[in-house]
């Protein structure tokens, strides 16, 4: 795979800084990843429990390197989710942390990689896998459910390519893990690195915490990504302690970023020369759809920005007809070589064929203005009904944000809608703001105080939960 190759011929530059600040250059990972594909057989299944470690970058490697597809599956998995995914995949290998599985019903032991084994299983297995395939993914990180998203070697050259272009990443960057291997934004960063011959610092620490912003400072870091919770953090810290004259860039993506946090950032980094890209993705789509350059195009803000290379965004009505006009609201339809496969519930459906044959439907509801900016104003499952009136809840989350709050809202009864927030201040004025903005009734709004949000392991809100915390407060 082109991945493999391209990464490769950089030979004595350093691609990896781990944990423990060993450099390993691309000549030792290449070496690893020869030693390790030998154990692999081609057009098999590798489960590959991963973390931002040296063991899972070789491992990741060595499947494409075979010509396998992999599953990556979240670190911290349960071992009654993995014998589950076993269950429903059948794969000829995992790949593990030993000290926490030390033992895999009906796989035998064939190779130790530092502190994690390679299990082959012991029966025949009759998978078969579309020539394609190459990647399976979960669509939010995690593996508690066993659909997943099938990528193939087209869908993930396309996007390291076009990812490369439009941030320009050469072998001088160096980036900073801050997202799950497992989260396909936290995979992006490390493809589109190593294809360019640049390094990744190995990096287990938030964005919050000191020892953080010390890699940053002294490995010269030049860019690293995040979610909208990451730059909620962002807001709060004083950068102007740290020395960041090194870094050039932070990508956001993973759910919209709230447009008066946006402006704050873009403060704090003016200092600094730092650029913000916004970006626009989905698993789905292997990672990216469209970027925005923030200081560029201030005038812009709240837009997701341009398509990528060899993308085309369109708006489609509810009969499926394009839309054309600008300011006219429709579902967003995307287009491009980076569009997945389709989806997988069990192993039979990794023989099947591309079922979207470079179409996605994203169910984001968007308009486009005069000089063909995209604005997205909410997804179709976000519409709820009020007393008759259609109401969207991102709509009104940005509403509420633009007053200063950090919010989310949900439909918690019929004809009722929670908000929650966490500062305590003023929350009568709050609900008099959100009334006056919105014409709802009193009676339809509530607000409570939560102490924290939840959070996926990609950092994204978990609104189902949001009940739950409510109830305890």
Known sequence: ????KNSFKFKKKTALITNSNDKISYHQLSDHVKKFSKYLDKRELVFLICDNNIESIVAYLSTLNSNSAILLIENDTSEKNLKLLILKYKPTFIFLDYVRFNKISNYKSIYKFRDYILYKINTKNDLKIHEDLTLLISTSGSTGTSKLVKISKKNLISNTKSITKYLNIGSKDIAITTLPMSYVYGLSIINTHLYNGATIVLNKYSVIEREFWNKVQNYKVTNFGGVPFTYSI?????????NLKHLKYTTQAGGKLQNDIIKKIL????????NLFVMYGATEATARMSYFLVDKNRNKIG??????DGGKFYLTNNKNKVIKETYK??????????VFMGYAKNKNDLKKKDTQKGILKTSDLAYKDEDNFYFIIGRKDRYIKVFGLRLNLQELEEIISDYGYENVCIQNKPNKILVMVKQKKKL??????ILNKTNLHPSTIEINVVKEFPLSKNLKFLQKNLLKINEQN
Not at 329 to 336: A, P, T
């Open 267 to 274: 403060e704090k980094y003016k200092k600094h020369k730092i």
């Open 1 to 4: 795979m082109n991945l493999i």
């Open 303 to 308: 837009s997701i920005g341009n398509v990528i």
């Open 428 to 433: 009568d004025s709050l609900k008099k703001y």
């Open 234 to 242: 962002l807001n709060r810290i004083d950068l102007n302690k740290f």
């Open 329 to 338: 609201v429709g579902e967003l339809v995307y287009e491009g070589k980076n």
